[in-house]
Antibody, heavy 118, light 106 residues
């Protein structure tokens, strides 16, 4: 069974940093691309970032480019999102998502809440 | 960037109703469209991929159609468990979601 478990969320002040982690199990993590998708409270879904299976190809949404860094450790079956210079508008539940065949977002974690507030 | 527009934003329906949700892409995405169901406090759940392919384990009352820029999700006979928010999403060029359609009890 595919499992994605996010951690690292919490309450931070504007301008601070946070690192999210996602532990993957139930599939061969090293051959799948992965994404982060977020959802602000009461709002819709917003794609945040993508990383290829080897980590060589990375994309970011314009809203986080230059502030967020996606990475992975295939030996640890783990995905990360380093979030710097956090803003109030970054407040959201952050989901770790597997990109399957044709980069379809097929399996989602349960999410971790990031709250940016003074 | 490809924009996705869903309609309606909210839909009030009764158990047993046939429900249709529409999704429009700002440019052609071929059939690279997925539909997700999300319930409060839960992660989205994949229902349909490649516009019309039913994900394993999803009830057959859900169906998808369309290609290019116009797509629909149909629930043939709404069940109590189907009251939720539905999102379309293109994966032709990176990933973009529609704004969601909340299906409410009438």
């Amino acid at each position: 069974e595919v499992q994605l478990v996010e951690s690292g969320g919490g309450l931070v002040q504007p301008g601070e940093s946070l690192r999210l982690s996602c532990a993957a199990s139930g599939f061969t993590f090293s051959i799948y691309s992965m994404d982060w998708v977020r959802q602000a409270p009461g709002k819709g879904l917003e794609w945040v970032s993508y990383i290829s299976s080897s980590g060589t190809t990375i994309y970011y949404a314009d809203s986080v480019k230059g502030r967020f860094t996606i990475s992975r450790d295939n030996a640890k079956n783990s995905l990360y999102l380093q979030m710097n210079s956090l803003r109030v508008e970054d407040t959201a539940v952050y989901y770790c998502v597997r990109a399957g065949t044709n980069l379809l977002l097929d399996y989602w974690g349960q999410g971790t809440l990031v709250t940016v507030s003074s | 960037d490809i924009q996705m527009t869903q309609s309606p934003s909210t839909l009030s329906a009764s158990v047993g109703d046939r429900v249709t949700i529409t999704c429009r892409a700002s440019q052609s995405i071929s059939s690279w469209l997925a539909w997700y169901q999300q319930k409060p406090g839960k992660a989205p759940n994949l229902l349909i991929y490649k516009a019309s392919s039913l994900e394993s384990g999803v009830p057959s009352r859900f169906s998808g159609s369309g290609s290019g820029t116009e797509f629909t999700l149909t629930i043939s006979s709404l069940q109590p468990d189907d009251f939720a928010t539905y999102y379309c999403q293109q994966y032709n060029s990176r990933w973009t979601f529609g704004q969601g359609t909340k299906v409410e009890i009438k």
